[in-house]
């Protein structure tokens, strides 16, 4: 059974271990997900899930020594997440968020006011413990707890390492606890504030370890229920302190109330000692089917659709056929983003636009195989990746060695060193205007997104030019195929799967909401990046490999009317 944690703390608030520290323990245990709720911050969610996209890409490789029990290590995802501390009747009450968009600027901006009332209260208290004759200051205690969420328990450990106290339960009893005249209570908002906040960033909002608060049944009844009407989505019914007796308690208690059930071992490292990630106390079992069931609760998010265009939306003609267009107006009416993700440059993408008049609401334009990608609505390209001068000089070069056309791009012409076959085949369908200069690079006013080489007659050939210039590529070049005759030249940080992922993120969606459809080999890094891969019928082999779906017709017979309106 595969088993997951949903309360877990990093040193970016009041745990121990960084959070690529939790991921790499996360993994040892054996767990598919742990969610990280530090205390009103999210500053440790970047580096949790970059460590653990490392983790599963090294997984995926086969790079990864097994674990000592022998089993290979599982997939590991890191739920985004937060713990907000609250107060109800006098009680400090925490509100976990799940599934967070911590990147949402209203929610950064929220943080940043906690922040911003966190640090006055601190400065506040060490006011007051100076004035009791206590060697202390916000600073020293930054510096003794560098990249730490000041909490109380840091001046505990600083009171005790510094001899004012016997141990930190003393510290508390002395100087730090609610009714010692030393302390200065925080600014907090409502546990029914902080559902709301949760769920504007499209998260899920549990009660945390409610018997913690000993509030007695009907109080908490009472708590439980206005936060039920305010959005709550569950509550923490697997803990590590409870009983089976209080687990029962609170599993009837959500029962009650219609609320999902979350579980988590409120894991700090050393800071709590004893207290395991995953198993708590030893007894901790959260089964991954918790996780599934609250996911089930996400407010539903728009979906973005990417795909190519030529033997994919277009059909032989060139052109988008009335149910296709139907289909395209139900999705992005709905609410979906739409993005053509194309090989061609842009200003050639941006022609096929208007010649067909595909003007939809949340619509994006990507050219040069990811290269740039265009905002329909704000009228700007919002990203753009191209090849050096260098770059584009060695390729340039050796295609002339061998004989091989190849041409690039400014942003508004094609730029070619002759005017020869395979130009004028190619401007069969592209219609953009022609600069015709022997020495490219001369014509260029900044590093184009990609160069082509076209190879009518012989595919070999342009097989032998790519194959000489792999090795003096240096990684930082991809060399692909979008048909037959066409070899796509472009940055290594580019790529239709790159787009996929900046469009996403720039969007605020998860990848899981993205579906891309193609046909050629191009497309394979499109089709793998997004939740959703979908291969045309008349798509290559390797591609409909890569591919979730295989349309049930081609491009020739609308393919992908009936997937869209199937996720519709």
Known sequence: MKIVDLHVHSNKSDGSLTPAGLVELAAEKGLSAFALTDHDTTDGIGEALAAAKEYNRKREEGTLPPLVSGRLPLPLEVIPGIEFSTEYEGRDIHIVGLCIDYEAPFFKNQIQAFVDSRINRNRKMCANLSGAGIDISYEKLLDAFPDSVITRGHYARYLFEHGYVNSMPEAFDRYLGDHTKYFVPREKVTPAQAVELILRANGIPILAHPTLYHMGNERLNRLVSGLKAAGLVGLEAIYSTYSAAEERQMRALAAKHGLCISGGSDFHGANKPNLELATGYGKLLVPEDVLVNLKKHLPKQPKIFFTDLDGTLLDREKKITPDTRSALERWTSAGHYFAICTGRALDSAMEVRRT????????????????????????????????????????????????????????????????????????????????????????????????????????????????????????????????????????????????????????HLPLGNALAAGDEANDISMIRAAGTGIAMQNARDEVKAAADIVTAKDNNHDGLAAVLMEYL
């Open 356 to 507: 067909l008049q595909l003007d939809f609401p949340g619509m994006y334009v990507i050219g040069s195989n990811g290269g740039e990608i265009y905002d329909c609505k704000q009228d700007r390209v919002i990203s753009r990746t191209a090849l050096t001068m260098e770059q584009v000089a060695l390729v340039m070069g050796i295609a002339k060695e061998q004989g091989i056309h190849c041409h690039t791009y400014t942003d508004t012409h094609i730029v070619s060193p002759a005017d020869d076959e395979q130009l004028r085949y190619y401007r069969r369908v592209i219609h953009t205007p022609v600069i015709i200069c022997e020495d490219i690079v001369s014509a260029l006013d900044k590093g184009p997104c990609k160069c082509i080489a076209i190879e009518l007659e012989d595919r070999a050939k342009l097989e032998h030019f790519r194959q000489t210039l792999l090795p003096l590529t240096d990684g930082e070049m991809n060399l692909l195929y979008s048909n037959d005759r066409y070899l796509e030249i472009f940055p290594a940080a580019s790529g239709k799967g790159s787009a996929v992922r900046i469009l996403c993120e720039y969007l």
